[in-house]
């Protein structure tokens, strides 16, 4: 069955303390993985798209890595602005239909 | 100029009612989407239109109908609310099926 895991289900870290949130898959037909932000009360917010193993992305203090059975969210020096709950999805396609699945998110409180 | 909008942000309804849930995307995008957002925050795709036709249609009770007069409008119709249908419904716009998503604001379903 596919399926994507997201772990810690919440972190806290003090401001400057750098930290890594994964996200496992399994699913056949891999056509990208996402990583999201959500804030309290909003829609997700688009952070990075990898297709393939051995892709990284980056922006400003994040950096999104990619394997053939998960991800990493890297979250380097970070601020009380970055505390949201992340969330990570897989397109996965199979017989000539695609489906989006989502793991349940990573809580993440930044404390300054 | 919000790129996908919602409407309403908040709904509350008594069990048995029949209410329906906008969306509109300013983005020019093919494709968009529903999402069921529960209490647990899990994030789960319900249906996906392209170019006004329908493409994902996961296993949701067929008190939930889509319509989506034009490519910029998907419309979510529910008949016989009951409890379990109280979440926060999230609709999702994409250039193509294979891109990123966009989100809109959420509407906060409460069936009493």
């Known amino acids: 069955e596919d399926q994507v895991t997201q772990s810690p289900e919440a972190l806290r870290l003090q401001e400057g303390e750098s930290s890594s949130l994964n996200c496992s898959y399994t699913?056949?037909?891999?056509?990208?993985l996402f990583w999201y932000r959500q804030d309290p009360g909003k829609g997700p917010e688009f952070l990075f798209t990898l297709y393939s193993a051995g892709e990284e992305k980056e922006k400003e203090r994040l950096k999104a890595t990619l394997t053939k059975k998960e991800s990493f969210l890297h979250i380097t020096a970070p601020k009380p602005e970055d505390s949201a709950t992340y969330l990570c999805a897989v397109r996965a396609s199979t017989s000539g239909t695609y489906k989006y699945i989502f793991g349940t998110g990573t809580r993440l409180k930044v404390l300054a | 100029d919000t790129a996908v909008s919602q409407t309403p942000k908040y709904l509350v309804t008594q069990m048995g009612n029949d209410k329906s849930i906008k969306c509109e995307q300013n983005?020019?995008?093919?494709?968009m989407y529903w999402y069921k957002q529960d209490s647990k925050k899990f994030l789960k795709i319900m249906f996906s239109?392209?170019?006004?036709?329908?493409?994902i249609n996961e296993t949701v009770p067929n008190r939930f109908s889509p319509k989506s007069p034009d490519k910029a409008h998907l419309n979510l119709h529910i008949n016989s609310l009951e409890l379990g249908d109280s979440a926060v419904y999230f609709c999702a716009s994409s250039p193509g099926g294979q891109e990123t998503q966009y989100f809109g604001p959420g509407t906060r379903l409460l069936v009493l």
């Open positions: 699913v056949s037909g891999l056509r990208g």
């Open positions: 983005l020019g995008h093919d494709t």
């Open positions: 239109y392209n170019n006004k036709e329908l493409i």
